[in-house]
Structure formats: C-alpha cells, structure tokens
Nanobody, 124 residues
Framework: QVQLVESGGGLVQAGGSLRLSCAAS????????MGWFRQAPGKEREFVAS????????YYADSVKGRFTISRDNAKNTVYLQLNSLKPEDTAVYYC?????????????????WGQGTPVTVSS
C-alpha cells in the first residue's frame, strides 16, 4: 500500500505561485507513475499533470500547460507541482495520485492510490 499526503496549498493572489508537495510512504514510488488532479466546487475531478516513473515524460492539461510544472524526487519519495501565474479558475482541491500500472496515466481510473488533497484558493 502507498499512502500519499499533499501539502503546500493555501490562499494566493492571481498571478502568484505555490508549490505543492506529495509525500509518499509505505513503499517506494520510484516505479510508479504519478499524477496531480484537481476538483473545484461543483465540478468533476480533472487531470492536471502526470510524470513517468523516471521523470522522463511529463503530461499536462491544456489549461495549465506553460504555467504548472510537475517533478519528482524518487530519493525523497516525493512529487511536486509548481503552480505559477495562478488564475482564479485554478481554485480547487488538488490531489496527488499514484499508479504502479501506467507510466503515462491521465485518467483518474488509472490511479490506484490517492491523497486527501490540499486546497488552493486564488483570489482575483
């Protein structure tokens, strides 16, 4: 089993930045595909970004491409999401997810493990 704990969310003004962290425990995630999703109030959970197990490949939703960056440090068993140029529409709870099966997962059902989420609020 893999436990995931997100941190780093908070309140930020539009145009600002945040760095989210996802710390994994229970087992090494070095061979897991990792992803970030978000869910805004009243909306479905949506894909944000994912990264392959060796960090060789990254994937982004069009809405965040060029503003967000996903990275990982397998030695620390941690995945990061750098959020830059934040917009009010980025307001959501951000979730970290892990999959031992897929290396380029972009759908929520491809992930087996989820964190509890960290809220991000962007004020205008």
């Amino acid at each position: 089993q893999v436990q995931l704990v997100e941190s780093g969310g908070g309140l930020v003004q539009a145009g600002g930045s945040l760095r989210l962290s996802c710390a994994a425990s229970g087992r090494s995630i070095s061979r897991y595909g990792m992803g970030w999703f978000r869910q805004a109030p009243g909306k479905e959970r949506e894909f944000v970004a994912s990264i392959s197990w060796n960090a060789g490949r990254t994937y982004y939703a069009d809405s965040v491409k060029g503003r967000f960056t996903i990275s990982r440090d397998n030695a620390k068993n941690t995945v990061y999401l750098q959020l830059n140029s934040l917009k009010p529409e980025d307001t959501a709870v951000y979730y970290c997810a892990a999959t031992p099966t897929y290396d380029r997962a972009t759908y929520y059902y491809e992930y087996d493990y989820w964190g509890q989420g960290t809220p991000v609020t962007v004020s205008s």
